[in-house]
Nanobody, 123 residues
Framework: QVQVVESGGGLVQAGGSLRLSCTAS????????MGWFRQAPGKEREGVVC????????YMTDSLMGRFTVSRDNAKNTLYLQINSLKPEDTAMYYC????????????????WGQGTQVTVSS
């Protein structure tokens, strides 16, 4: 059974930084692409960035390029999201998800999701 657990969220002032973590178990981690998503109150879920099994990033929302950086440590089954220059509009629940295949293409699906970690940015 695949389990996905996010951590690292919190309350931060605008301009600050956070690093979110996501640990996945019950799978061969380095065979899967992984993604970060977010959902702000009253809005639809938004894709942030995907990372393939080699560690190559693909942004799902172009406007987030530059401030959001994803990385992975396959030895630790852990995914990270570094967020810099935080803005109040980054306030959202951030989710980590496991993709069914190894690549960040349109093929495959995100089948396993965590419960999310809340990021709140104060102005």
């Amino acid at each position: 059974q695949v389990q996905v657990v996010e951590s690292g969220g919190g309350l931060v002032q605008a301009g600050g930084s956070l690093r979110l973590s996501c640990t996945a178990s019950g799978l061969t981690f380095d065979e899967h692409a992984m993604g970060w998503f977010r959902q702000a109150p009253g809005k639809e879920r938004e894709g942030v960035v995907c990372i393939n099994h080699f560690g190559i990033m693909t942004y799902m929302t172009d406007s987030l390029m530059g401030r959001f950086t994803v990385s992975r440590d396959n030895a630790k089954n852990t995914l990270y999201l570094q967020i810099n220059s935080l803005k109040p509009e980054d306030t959202a629940m951030y989710y980590c998800a496991v993709k069914s295949d190894s690549y960040c293409s349109a093929k495959g699906a995100y089948n396993n999701w965590g419960q999310g970690t809340q990021v709140t940015v104060s102005s």
